[in-house]
């Protein structure tokens, strides 16, 4: 937070400039949004239902807030204690965990939505 937040305005702005600095910051975050792109553009092309858009969305939204928590503990990490300490590598190992696990489910999210459509696009199955 580069100021303290005072009001809802000042509070988003924070917040934009948080999800601005991991974009330019953070490689694993910058890597999920070709990808969420890439997924939405096919749900475009595919013409998705609007139920199918909300699940999509709200996995794109899943793996890129897991990131995000995941980003922020590293940073506090590097700052508080920036020696090696076995439980904090356990932790930060624990936040990455949740990145995959959410990332996966996401995989999984996109192939039941978007790979039937897709096929009958492609193959007219």
Known sequence: MTSKPGTWASKFRCAILG?????????????HLPVAAAVIAMGAWLSVSPVEWAVLIL????????ELL?????LLVSVLHPQHHPRIGQALDVAAGAVLV???????VGLIVLLPPLCGRLFGV
């Open 102 to 108: 959410m990332s996966l489910a996401a995989v999984a």
């Open 59 to 66: 996995a794109i939204g899943g793996v890129l807030t897991a």
């Open 19 to 31: 999800v601005w600095f991991a974009c330019g910051d953070q490689n694993s975050f910058w890597i």
């Open 70 to 74: 995941n980003s922020s503990i590293e």
